[in-house]
């Protein structure tokens, strides 16, 4: 008996390593996406048009991405967000975008192409992009407490009962904004006061620091307050009425995903045709109805606003004068946030 | 067999390229620091005396403290639950003994997920609570709620060993010590608890080690402000990027799990040599009968 199950194991074995040979014959496309980010049955379309197959994995922030990225890990597209990209243009990491291969370029947005970390576009296409606003429950908090901006991130009515993005750049964002000072700052008063005022947010506060898993514990009215992405936020407000989104007037942070192209991508036209294919019209806004973020295609973005977003204010993007956006930090600064977050975390 | 000992050789090498070179990897960046080129790197110990700022010692005493709970618990709640299977028949307890293992074959992850949907403000429990009168109890991102969760998912690491234990006790003991006069209560303290000593202490090592070290599950359970040794290495190498730094954590953490190891292990061998001395050779008589 015994011996019957060995060989039908080793049989079996062979099997499955008989399949595994069978697909290898395809071309083959690693993506390397944010979770959540896409309308999986557009991959699928993508797989059967061009019969290649597209191995697709996801991150939850842009540091892990470069993490696993140095940790010698091989993909040929990638998402990050601009500030990523331009660290990712600074290191040599990157592969130009031939222009001449997305035919779809016309739809885009021109509003968010040639930012500055990108004057020409040699590197990026936009994908999707927005702010960072607070999401609030119109039935627990008060509309008139809003008028403080950020700073109802500490007022003690709401004590335990918000929730803050579990991010280095994000919870500084909030805290030098709240301050009045530019998130860009390299100065070390400032960033000091910033990293004291989350301190002592979190002991007068109490908040729930969260990032993805907030998403369907504020869909269940959870707590009251967020601090949240915007096109999380339309997520939430498309399944949650009582749900609304807020952006404080001292400004806030606006921000841009792009497809990038890696130095080690070997297949370059074949990424090149699954970017023209992620941003055409009909394909935009099958993820942006998918994903809830403001998509680059203005076709899509106008169709999405008009049906499915109406009404909803979290889809669109602010750029106003007090907005920034969070910039590439050189290194010594960066690593003056990073020691001040450690120790705003291990409280 | 001895003909096939060569075979051994290539399983040896890639153990050692799999987990030993990892941790010698893990040692080097804790002692040193990144140079001013990607290729140079220098010595230094600052890693380990940045670790000394008080916050972040207090962090390591509090997974200490959280481990130290999670295990007093699955030892108070697994002990008698094995102690209860090793008295049943021995079909039933095959049975139970599956009930116990069958959560451990579903994903930590997904386990972790249905009790945040369990303890949440709008979750099944405070739903229930609602439904009988009283006021909802804010249980999620606190202290019970993390020791909930690692308790749910590392019990069935306290109660298998134990029952092994007990199982494998030899059952005329218990008869000779109620026949010598001996009340149910003394027999179990002075026969049945010291017999099983040695499946509480590798339950206790099996539950202690994952609850210090455990990050995913204070995250989920706690929230991402509920700081942990796991979360703090993790959010270095993950987050920050500053991998020296989050190497020479992991150091520390490591020679502190190794010190608890020895001293359980050391308990471990007083127990089983106190247990024979007392007794004395009859015991040893018996053991050795039970091992033939």
């Known amino acids: ?347 | 067999m001895k003909q096939f000992r060569k075979l051994v050789t290539p399983y040896c090498l890639w153990l050692f390229l799999l987990t030993v070179v990892p941790m010698l990897l893990i040692v080097f960046y804790a002692f040193t620091e990144k140079g001013t080129a990607i290729t140079t790197f220098s010595f230094t110990l600052e890693n380990f005396t940045k670790f000394l700022d008080p916050i972040f010692v207090s962090v390591l005493f509090r997974s200490l403290k959280l481990g130290l709970l999670t295990t007093g618990v699955c030892f108070l709640v697994g002990y008698p639950i094995a102690y209860m299977i090793a008295k049943c028949k021995d079909t039933t307890q095959t049975i139970l003994i599956l009930l116990i293992t069958i959560p451990t074959w579903i994903n930590l992850l997904m386990r972790t997920y249905s009790w945040i949907s369990i303890l949440s403000n709008n979750g099944l429990l405070n739903k229930l609570f609602e439904a009988i009168g009283m006021n909802s109890v804010n249980m999620l991102y606190t202290d019970f709620a993390v020791i909930i969760g690692m308790v749910y998912n590392f019990l069935p690491f306290m109660i298998l060993p134990i029952h092994a234990s007990l199982t494998n006790m030899d059952k005329s003991l218990l008869e000779a010590s109620q026949d010598l006069g001996a009340s149910p209560i003394q027999t179990f303290f002075k026969i049945t608890f010291r017999l099983s000593l040695s499946g509480v202490l590798t339950g206790i090592t099996l539950v202690f080690l994952p609850s210090i070290s455990a990050f995913v599950i204070p995250k989920m359970l706690g929230g991402g402000q509920y700081s942990l040794i796991g979360n703090f290495i993790e959010q270095q190498f993950i987050t920050i990027g500053n991998w020296h730094f989050g190497s020479a954590v992991s150091l520390i953490l490591a020679v502190f799990v190794i010190g608890l190891m020895a001293l359980i292990f050391m308990a471990e061998k007083r127990t089983n040599n106190s247990v024979e001395e007392e007794e004395g050779g009859w015991l040893s008589n018996a053991k050795r009968k039970k091992v033939r």
């Open chain 1, 1 to 347: 008996m015994k011996k019957l199950i060995s060989y039908v194991a080793v049989l079996a074995m062979a099997l499955v390593s008989l399949v595994g040979c069978g697909s290898d014959s395809k071309e083959v496309l690693k993506v390397f996406n944010w979770g959540a980010y896409v309308d999986k049955d557009v991959i699928k379309d993508f797989e059967r048009e061009f019969n290649v197959k597209v191995i697709y994995e996801e991150y939850d922030s842009n540091e892990s991405m470069y993490t696993k990225l140095m940790g010698g890990n091989q993909y040929d597209i990638m998402v990050p967000s601009e500030y990523m990209i331009e660290r990712l243009i600074k290191e040599d990491l990157l592969t130009e975008i031939d222009w001449t291969k997305i035919t779809n370029k016309d739809s885009l947005d021109s509003n968010v192409l040639n930012q500055s970390f990108d004057p020409e576009n040699n590197y990026w296409v936009p994908y999707f992009y927005g702010n960072v606003g607070i999401v609030y429950d119109t039935t627990k908090v008060d509309a008139a407490d809003l008028e403080a901006g950020w700073e109802v991130l500490r007022n003690e009515k709401y004590k335990g009962n918000l929730y803050m993005y579990d991010s280095e750049r994000d919870s500084f964002m909030v805290a030098l904004k709240a301050l009045g000072y530019s998130m860009n700052t390299t100065n070390d008063a400032e960033i000091e006061e910033a990293y004291n005022w989350l301190v002592s947010q979190r002991e007068t506060m109490n908040p729930t620091y969260g990032t993805d898993d907030i998403i369907d514990l504020m869909k269940g009215s959870e707590k009251s307050m967020a601090v949240m992405y915007s096109g999380d936020a339309v997520d939430i407000m498309s399944e949650n009425e009582d749900m609304a989104y807020y952006l404080p007037n001292e400004g806030t942070n606006y921000w841009f995903d792009g497809f990038v192209v890696s130095k080690d991508c070997t297949n370059t036209d074949l990424a090149m045709e699954f970017i023209n294919f992620m941003i055409s019209d009909e394909n935009s806004l099958a993820n942006t109805l998918e994903v809830g973020y403001l998509t680059s295609n203005t076709h899509a973005a106008k169709e999405a606003s008009e049906n499915d977003f109406d009404g909803i204010e979290a889809y669109a993007i602010r750029m106003g004068s007090k907005d920034e956006v969070f910039a590439y930090q050189e290194m010594t600064v960066k690593e003056k946030f990073s020691n001040y977050w450690t120790k705003v975390k291990a409280q």
